[in-house]
C-alpha cells in the first residue's frame, strides 16, 4: 500500500523588522529560534550597563535562548 503521510512540525512564525528585539533578557523565551532570514545579535547586559554581543545567528542557525529557569539566557 501507500507509505504512511508525515505530518509536518507547525512552527509559528514570527517577523522582527532589523533593530528590533526578538526576547528581552530575563523575560520567558521561545524553546527555539530558527533564523530563516536576516540574523540575530544575542547580546547580554553587563552589570556596569554595557551591552555585550555574545554570538552572531545566521540563516540556518538554530538558537536556544532559554536558561533552566525558563527564561532567556542571553
Known sequence: GRAPRRR???IPRRM???GGDL???GEP???AVWV???WVA???S???GRVQTVDIALPGDL???RAGDGATAW
Do not use: W
Open 42 to 44: 544575542l547580546k547580554k
Open 23 to 25: 526576547v528581552h533578557e
Open 63 to 65: 538558537v536556544e535562548p
Open 29 to 31: 523565551a521561545p524553546r
Open 46 to 48: 553587563l552589570g556596569d
Open 36 to 38: 530563516a532570514e536576516g
Open 16 to 18: 522582527v523588522p532589523a
Open 8 to 10: 509536518r512540525a507547525s
